[in-house]
């Protein structure tokens, strides 16, 4: 058996005030497939041209102007005073008025849940450490509400959030000098016991300064847009576990990923497992087989359903199916950063000529 190479996730749990927001999850419901790249890299195209500024209409002065859900838009935003304070953003589903993100910074990754209702955007949900990508919107979690917009967008309008800390806005019309340019935007300051939080909106882009600063002044950190790229993917890296090409262990390969908004984990991963790119003898499932169902539970296990040719048009001995099975648990525990996955046949327990598991029975993953 090869050593196997794992590609895991930074563990960094703490979060500064830089402009980063801090489970029962349900299955995947949207219904776009993401597509595979095999390359390592991919890049981020930078706007070059500056968007002018225009004269404030009252008309124009909402929240969907000020804080778009536009679809697969990378953001990118530049960093100083701390080394979290740099971060990506990327839109990964919109249902309606709620929007999910998920932030990636140097120490740490986590998703979050945005809400446009009754003139207010409200983080809904909050979920830190997220490596994976889940359909989370329909969530909520305990503590949360902050409110990060309020209509009407005026000067003086003011509110308390369920911590009890209050913001205000407190310009309309700040001039705001990002590397894409100077923007007129709505300035937000939060302000708690220690430190003041100011965060800028403008107008067709959303979010684009946001700035902690200690009440004694001795510390400041800013995050900034520094790119903005649309029709762009989130890339992510998939390590996917297949049968070398004698059968007699299982081999590694790094794929990079690229999901769009609204791209279904389930239907990607399917795609992985049924040819791993640039290896000939990477299959794991044919052709016509389907994932019925993918999510992490509450019981911090995996559970994945396959439609009934995972069995039926698997070709193998014992040892063939054996290594086949270990490494879709594999693929699929890796990515989820999970120790057992639980896997069945349209909603039944896995079984074969040679398996027979039982209910709820799961698969260790194994990476030793």
Same mark, same amino acid.
């Given at each position: ?11 960094? !749990? ?13 299955? &995947? ?72 993100? @998920?932030?990636?910074?140097?120490? @740490? ?12 955007? @409200?983080? *809904? ?7 994976? =990508?889940?359909?989370? *919107? ?5 503590? $949360?509400?902050?409110?990060? *917009? ?77 790119? =903005?790229?649309?029709? $762009? ?11 070398? $090409? ?19 984990? =389930? ?11 640039? !290896? ?32 039926? &048009? ?10 086949? *099975? ?37 698969? =260790?993953?194994?990476?030793?």
């Amino acid at each position: 058996m090869k050593k196997y190479k794992i590609v895991s996730g930074l563990a960094l !749990v703490t979060l500064l005030a830089t402009g980063c927001v801090n489970t029962d999850p349900n299955s &995947d419901s949207s219904s776009s497939t993401g597509s595979l790249e095999s390359s390592e890299e991919s890049s981020l195209v930078s706007s070059e041209s500056s968007i002018e500024s225009s004269s404030i209409d009252e008309n124009e002065m909402t929240i969907e102007n000020y804080f778009p859900f536009d679809e697969s838009v990378q953001y990118s935003y530049l960093g100083e005073g701390n080394e979290f304070a740099p971060f990506d953003r990327y839109p990964q589903y919109i249902e309606g008025n709620r929007i999910q993100y @998920t932030e990636k910074n140097p120490g @740490t990754t986590h998703t979050f849940v945005l809400e446009y209702k009754d003139g207010k955007l @409200t983080e *809904l949900f909050s979920r830190p450490e997220t490596y994976f =990508r889940e359909n989370m *919107l329909e969530k909520t979690s305990d503590g $949360a509400g902050e409110i990060l *917009l309020k209509e009407p967008l005026e000067v003086g309008n003011n509110w308390e959030n369920p911590s009890g800390v209050t913001s205000e806005i407190t310009s309309v019309d700040f001039s705001v000098e990002t590397p894409l340019g100077v923007f007129s935007a709505i300035e937000v300051t939060k302000t708690q016991e220690d430190s003041v939080t100011k965060s800028y909106y403008t107008k067709n882009m959303g979010l684009i300064k946001q700035e902690f600063t200690a009440n004694d002044d001795s510390y400041v950190v800013s995050s900034t847009l520094e790119t =903005r790229s649309e029709e $762009a993917p989130e890339v992510v890296v998939i390590t996917a576990y297949y049968p070398d $090409a004698n059968a007699m262990g299982l081999e590694t390969s790094d794929v990079n990923v690229s999901f769009y908004t609204n791209d279904v984990t =389930r239907k990607t991963m399917a795609d992985l497992l049924k040819q791993v790119p640039g !290896v000939e003898y990477g299959k794991l499932i044919s052709d016509n087989t389907e994932i019925n169902s993918l999510y992490l539970n509450e019981d911090g296990r995996v559970y994945v359903d396959f439609s009934k040719e995972l069995v039926e &048009d698997m070709n193998a001995g014992s040892s063939g199916e054996s290594l086949i *099975l270990q490494g879709i648990v594999n693929t699929i525990g890796n990515y989820y950063s999970v120790e057992e996955v639980v896997l069945t046949v349209e909603n039944q327990p896995y079984e074969s000529g040679h398996y027979s598991m039982m209910e709820d029975e799961s698969f =260790r993953v194994e990476m030793e």
